[in-house]
């Protein structure tokens, strides 16, 4: 049985794309019926950490699992049927893109927060507090965002973040932790 780690999709719901978070590369799995049917269009096999797409389903970026060491990405921009290497990327983990797929926002544990305003070509690191930054979301048009963050990996007393200026700034939220 896979370990299925992240699942997107278009915003009609249409369009999937899914990753195994297994320690074993594998492709990812693509649907365009609603999860009726699924294939892999000949996607590179990787061990991934995490998927994001636009809200049509069209644009798509996929992250390499950053404990394997390296700050491997691939973009999609015709709904996965071809892959392409994003060569100057930042070790990352989740990923969040605008509707439109060419904001980008990204978790990079203890490395903080990422952004790219050109999907995902060119990334800027956020200015946020110190911790391990697992999870990211964010709205429609790419200027409110949520981080969910740790102050050390072994504390499950995860907090949450908000930006309502595409990253620029970071605000603790009322959520409990």
């Given at each position: 049985?896979?370990?299925?780690?992240?699942?997107?999709?278009?915003?009609?719901?249409?369009?999937?794309?899914?990753v195994i978070h297994d320690k074993v590369p594998s492709p990812i799995y693509l649907s365009t019926n609603a999860g009726a049917t699924w294939t892999t269009n000949g996607t590179p096999n990787q061990v991934w950490g995490s998927i994001a797409c636009s809200a049509d389903g069209n644009t798509l970026l996929a992250s390499v699992a950053s404990y394997s060491?390296?700050?491997v990405l691939f973009?999609?921009?015709?709904?996965?049927a071809n892959?392409?290497?994003v060569p100057t990327a930042p070790k990352l983990g989740s990923l969040a893109s605008s509707a439109d797929g060419r904001k980008w926002i990204a978790a990079a544990g203890y490395g903080g927060i990422y952004s790219s305003t050109n999907t995902g070509i060119t990334w800027m690191s956020n200015n946020v507090p110190s911790g391990f930054w697992k999870a990211v979301t964010s709205s429609a048009d790419g200027t409110k965002l949520l981080a969910i963050m740790s102050p050390n990996v072994a504390s499950y007393a995860y907090r949450i973040y908000a930006s309502r200026?595409?990253?620029?700034?970071?605000?603790?939220?009322?959520?409990?932790?």
């Open positions: 049985p896979a370990d299925w780690g992240t699942v997107v999709c278009s915003a009609d719901g249409a369009r999937l794309a899914a060491g390296t700050n973009f999609s921009t015709n709904a996965g892959w392409d290497l200026d595409a990253g620029a700034t970071w605000a603790l939220t009322s959520a409990p932790g």
